[in-house]
């Protein structure tokens, strides 16, 4: 499933585990504290190996941490990826406590980083919607549409924005989104 934007630049759905997309940076789903967990967080720093937890624990020295709403860049230790981008999605409560801004920032944040490290494709989980409960279809909404609304500026250098979905149901969710 994909969507082409009015300057040629593509959104792609895929199932699967996000450990094994091929982007130029990856997302993690962390928590504030960086802490690693379980879900994509535990998932990348499996994969990725202990450079990246090193990475973390120096950003973590100095600024405590990350706050809701935003991500860290590390480099991807063993991923294919050249980043490794910590966003820090919101617990979900009743969606009337600043989580559909918090979210949308998350994503704003991790695409403006990829223009920022010059990344030309980037893959992204589901955020929030594991442990953090935020309800797939409301965060599909938010996250394609941040995703559109980069990829129609003319000056973007972003070519390709995946989103690597865990199991049917979040599939289908970010596929009508994507529709709409
Ligand atoms: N690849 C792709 N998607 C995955 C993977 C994976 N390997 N593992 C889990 N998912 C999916 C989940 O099914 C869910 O849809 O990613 C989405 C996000 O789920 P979580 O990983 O639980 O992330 P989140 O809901 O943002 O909660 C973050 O969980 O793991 C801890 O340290 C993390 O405290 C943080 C919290």
Redesign the pocket.
Known sequence: MEWTSSTGRKILLQE????CAEADAIVN???SAL?????????IHRAGGPEIMRELDGIRAKTGGCPTGSAVATGAGRLRARYVFHAV?PVYRDGRRGEPELLAACHRKCLEMAEEKGASTIAF??????????P?EEAAEIAIREAKAHLERPDVKLQEITF????RH?HGAYAAALKR
């Open positions: 699967g585990d996000i450990t789903a962390a928590n802490a690693g967990g379980g879900g994509v967080d535990g998932a999605g989980p589901a955020i929030s919607t594991g442990v953090y409960g935020y797939v690597v979905l865990f199991g979040a």
